[in-house]
């Protein structure tokens, strides 16, 4: 677990020997370092009242709360095309996969009509080892591998 602990100063109070813990947050969120510092800024630079006025810090607390929903946005956009994009990846992983698990079967399958083809007169036992063998090649350069329940991965 993330060590938040350390990004809100509040937490590091200490109550009746234990640091204290708070969970109620219905009435009031603790702060962290990054929000309070934030705040403080903009208290101690760019007080003014956005989109109300012609002062100076009117027109600048106006431009830094566009820059932040500007900021929002854009982090929004780019987490909806990151789970797009990420949503993509796992169907062509699982394209993939499906993929190779057929691509033994097949390999198998065209691999006994040619043998039939080719060597009618072989015995089944032979027949039935020529395959295997040709299997473990297919797997082989193919990258497919069974466990030892004969499990495809």
Known sequence: MLNVRKDFPIL??????????????????????QVIHAIVDL??????NPHRGAHVLSIEAGELYDEA???VRKSQR???EYEKKREECEKIKAECE??????????????IELINKSFPEIEQEKLAAK?????EVARQDFFIHQD???KQY
Do not use: C, M
Not at 25 to 32: C, D, E, L, V
Not at 43 to 48: A, D, F, I, P, V
Not at 98 to 111: A, E
């Open 43 to 48: 208290l101690e630079h760019h007080n003014g």
């Open 98 to 111: 499906k993929i190779k698990r057929n691509l033994g079967r097949i390999i198998r399958q065209k691999s």
């Open 78 to 80: 780019e987490r909806r």
């Open 69 to 71: 929903r500007e900021a």
């Open 148 to 150: 030892n329940e004969g």
């Open 131 to 135: 395959i295997k063998k040709l299997d």
């Open 12 to 33: 590091t109070k200490v109550h009746n020997g234990h640091q204290i813990v708070y969970f109620d947050n219905a009435a009031t969120t603790q702060k962290p370092y």
